[in-house]
C-alpha cells in the first residue's frame, strides 16, 4: 500500500496555508510548502508567509537567499526529502501551495535530477528577450518545442527559457521528458484539495485587501531592506517587489505601486485557477459556499475515507 499525502491547492489569498494547517494538526500532519517565492529568507511579507503556524512544523520555508537560484529541480529534490522524512515519524504529510508546476512535477513523479543548466545560454535569451521583447522569445519555441508554445504564455519568460534550454541541451522538448519520467508512477497516494470560488469578485477582494495589509504590515520596509540587482531572476518574479521597488525609486506613485500589485495579483490568480482546473485529481470546495470553515466539509466528504484506508 502507497504512502498517503494530502496536497492543498487554490490561487493566492484563498486559504491554502491556514486549511493545510488545519489538517496537519487534527490528522497529526506536518507542512511541505509548494510557493516558488516562500523559499526566499527576508522575503516575507510579500510572498504571505505564515506568520502563525500554531506549532505545525513547516518545510520549504526561509530555505536560499534571495540572491540564489532555486529550479524546479531543487524543489523536488527538497519536497521528496521532506515527504520521506514526514512519513518516517508516523506523519501525515500535507503539501500546499500554488506554484502549480512544483506540485504537479512532484505528483507526476517527474524527475529532472540529470537536466543540466547552461547559465550563458540563459543569459542571451534574457539579452534577446530584453532586445526584442518576450514575444518574440516566444517565437523561437514554435519550431523546437510547438506543445510549450501553444502551454506557455508569451510573458512567461522563465519557463519559456527553460524549454529551449531543455532542447539545447538535450534534444528532446519539456513534455517528451515528462512523458519519459511519468513512466515511473509516484509512490505516493494523493488526495487534492483545490480552493475556488464561484463568486470570483469575492477572491478579488480577498487579494485587494491582502495587498492593502501587506504595506500596512510594512512591506516597503521589507523591500527597502533588498538590493533588486542582487535578487536573482526567480526571486525578482515575485509579485509586489519590483512595483515597491519603482515607487522607493520615484518612478511610480504609492498608490500607482498597490494598484499595479493588486491587478497582476488578480491576474496570477487566474493563471492559478487555468492551470489547477486541467487536472482532475483535483477535489474542489467553493469557499464563499461553504457554512462553516473549509475542514468542516472536507472532514464529512471522501478524504476521511481515503486517510482511513
Not at 491554502?16 to 527576508?42: F, P, T
Not at 534550454?165 to 483545490?194: A, C, R, W
Not at 519590483?242 to 494598484?259: M, S
Request: glycine share 6%; charged share 30%; proline share 3%.
Amino acid at each position: 500500500m502507497k504512502d498517503k499525502v494530502v496536497v492543498v491547492v487554490g490561487p493566492t489569498a484563498s486559504g491554502k496555508s491556514s486549511l493545510a494547517i488545519d489538517i496537519a494538526e487534527k490528522k497529526n500532519g506536518e507542512v511541505v510548502s509548494a510557493d516558488s517565492m516562500q523559499i526566499y529568507r527576508g522575503m516575507d511579507i510579500g510572498t504571505a508567509k505564515v506568520s502563525d503556524t500554531r506549532g505545525v512544523k513547516h518545510y520549504l520555508i526561509d530555505i536560499v537567499e534571495p540572491s540564489e537560484t532555486f529550479t524546479l529541480s531543487d524543489f523536488l529534490l527538497e519536497a521528496n526529502k521532506a515527504v520521506k522524512h514526514i512519513l518516517s515519524k508516523g506523519k501525515l504529510p500535507v503539501m500546499a501551495g500554488g506554484t502549480g508546476l512544483y506540485v504537479s512535477s512532484f505528483m507526476d513523479n517527474i524527475s529532472l535530477s540529470e537536466v543540466r543548466i547552461d547559465e550563458n545560454y540563459r543569459r542571451q535569451l534574457r539579452d534577446f528577450a530584453a532586445k526584442n521583447g518576450n514575444k518574440k522569445l516566444h517565437e523561437l519555441l514554435k519550431d523546437v518545442d510547438p506543445e510549450s508554445y501553444k502551454i506557455l504564455h508569451p510573458n512567461d519568460e522563465k519557463r519559456i527559457i527553460r524549454a529551449l534550454e531543455m532542447v539545447h541541451l538535450s534534444g528532446i522538448t519539456v513534455s517528451e521528458q515528462n512523458k519519459i519520467s511519468k513512466l515511473i508512477p509516484s509512490p505516493y497516494d494523493f488526495y487534492v484539495i483545490g480552493l475556488n470560488f464561484k463568486d470570483r469578485s469575492v477572491l478579488y477582494d480577498r487579494i485587494n485587501k491582502r495587498v492593502d495589509d501587506m504595506i500596512a504590515a510594512g512591506f516597503i520596509d521589507e523591500v527597502a531592506s533588498l538590493d533588486f540587482e542582487s535578487l536573482s531572476q526567480t526571486a525578482r518574479q515575485a509579485i509586489g517587489y519590483k512595483q515597491i521597488f519603482e515607487y522607493i525609486k520615484g518612478t511610480l506613485t504609492l498608490q500607482e505601486a498597490v494598484e499595479s500589485i493588486k491587478t497582476e495579483s488578480r491576474r496570477y490568480a487566474k493563471r492559478q485557477l487555468t492551470w489547477f482546473r486541467r487536472d482532475s485529481r483535483v477535489n474542489w470546495i467553493y469557499v464563499d459556499e461553504l457554512d462553516c470553515e473549509p475542514t468542516c466539509e472536507l472532514f464529512e466528504t471522501s478524504m476521511e475515507k481515503f486517510l482511513e484506508v
